[in-house]
């Protein structure tokens, strides 16, 4: 009997071995070593052609240039702001499609929530420019009710790149927000009617408190996409954009100094891991128990 036993132990070490082991492979050779070269190679400081020191000279650049961490402190400003957005406009769809929605329509809301994922960033972001820019559909339909005298340019401003990125984020901010809703017993809130609240109250002391971990992971998942976003600002934005993923391309691509590069990479993820573990704080969530409820 111990000889089977152990036969199936080993059996079932080997499963989990065998199927955690792509993933374990995925983090390690696409996540894990990428950002440790990033790292080091942001550490290497030019001090002459081809000749380099290990230093903090990359780091030291970036915090004596005011455009860079202006840019920076801009574009985590913004994001958090598309994030609220993103929240806010969620939220209310989660909730219909969780809980008051029948199952049929459950399904027909969620294939909605997804078209926008079927097509690329690219398109997504033409798709607003056909609509927004001077000749477009906005743009004449107000000329022709007379609302406008001429063409109206509704590209290249914050407000535009903000409509574009939540468009783009909403429905990761919806997913988590739904999957937890899901889950809350609905005689819940059938209690808090029961008991005298009214619908501002049993949202604000049961519903949001209960899908608190939906709302921390879909907050977190909006945030990072939203701040390492790089087509939506640019081509909304224009000339006038300012973000942070444009100074990084910049230094990769357009000067060729990809040790800054590194270092301005890392800058953006320390940066936003920071801004995310302020929100876990400041939320009372901790991440390990808003994944496995989300």
Same mark, same amino acid.
């Given at each position: 009997?111990?000889?089977?036993?152990?036969?199936?132990?080993?059996?079932?070490?080997?499963?989990?071995?065998?199927?955690?082991?792509?993933?374990?492979?995925?983090?390690?050779?696409?996540?894990?070593?990428?950002?440790?070269?990033?790292?080091?190679?942001?550490?290497?400081?030019?001090?002459?052609?081809?000749?380099?020191?290990?230093?903090?000279?990359?780091?030291?650049?970036?915090?004596?240039?005011?455009?860079?961490?202006?840019t920076l402190l801009r574009t985590g400003g913004m994001s958090l702001l598309v994030t609220v957005l993103a929240l806010l406009i969620g939220f209310p769809v989660a909730y219909y499609i969780a809980k008051l929605a029948g199952n049929r329509s459950k399904g027909a809301l969620f294939i909605l929530c997804l078209i926008p994922l079927w097509v690329s960033d690219l398109i997504r972001a033409f798709g607003w420019i056909l609509l927004l820019r001077e000749s477009g559909i906005?743009?004449?339909?107000?000329?022709?009710?007379?609302?406008?005298?001429?063409?109206?340019? #509704?590209?290249? @401003?914050?407000? =535009? +790149?903000?409509?574009?990125? %939540?468009?783009?984020?909403?429905?990761?901010? /919806? !997913?988590?927000?739904?999957?937890?809703?899901?889950?809350?017993?609905?005689?819940?809130?059938?209690?808090?009617?029961? #008991?005298?609240? @009214?619908?501002? =109250? +049993?949202?604000?002391?049961? %519903?949001?408190?209960?899908?608190?971990?939906? /709302? !921390?992971?879909?907050?977190?998942?909006?945030?990072?996409?939203?701040?390492?976003?790089?087509?939506?600002?640019?081509? #909304?934005?224009?000339?006038?954009?300012?973000?942070?993923?444009?100074?990084?391309?910049?230094?990769?691509?357009?000067?060729?100094?990809?040790?800054?590069?590194?270092?301005?990479?890392?800058?953006?993820?320390?940066?936003?891991?920071?801004?995310?573990?302020?929100?876990?704080?400041?939320?009372?969530?901790?991440?390990?128990?808003?994944?496995?409820?989300?």
């Amino acid at each position: 009997m111990s000889f089977k036993g152990s036969t199936r132990q080993d059996a079932k070490r080997l499963t989990l071995l065998l199927l955690f082991a792509p993933f374990t492979l995925w983090i390690l050779l696409l996540v894990v070593l990428p950002h440790i070269g990033m790292v080091v190679l942001s550490l290497r400081e030019k001090v002459a052609p081809r000749i380099y020191e290990f230093g903090f000279g990359n780091y030291i650049d970036f915090i004596q240039e005011p455009i860079y961490w202006n840019t920076l402190l801009r574009t985590g400003g913004m994001s958090l702001l598309v994030t609220v957005l993103a929240l806010l406009i969620g939220f209310p769809v989660a909730y219909y499609i969780a809980k008051l929605a029948g199952n049929r329509s459950k399904g027909a809301l969620f294939i909605l929530c997804l078209i926008p994922l079927w097509v690329s960033d690219l398109i997504r972001a033409f798709g607003w420019i056909l609509l927004l820019r001077e000749s477009g559909i906005v743009s004449t339909t107000l000329q022709k009710v007379g609302l406008a005298d001429g063409p109206v340019e #509704l590209l290249y @401003n914050d407000a =535009t +790149v903000i409509v574009g990125l %939540v468009y783009t984020v909403i429905l990761f901010m /919806i !997913v988590p927000l739904v999957s937890t809703l899901d889950g809350m017993d609905n005689e819940m809130i059938e209690a808090g009617y029961n #008991l005298g609240g @009214n619908s501002f =109250t +049993v949202m604000r002391r049961i %519903v949001i408190p209960y899908a608190m971990p939906g /709302i !921390v992971a879909g907050c977190i998942v909006v945030f990072m996409l939203t701040a390492g976003s790089y087509l939506t600002p640019i081509l #909304l934005g224009g000339k006038n954009s300012s973000w942070f993923t444009e100074q990084i391309y910049d230094q990769f691509i357009r000067r060729y100094n990809w040790e800054s590069g590194a270092a301005f990479g890392f800058l953006l993820l320390a940066f936003t891991s920071l801004v995310i573990w302020i929100g876990l704080k400041l939320s009372g969530q901790t991440l390990s128990s808003t994944v496995a409820k989300s």
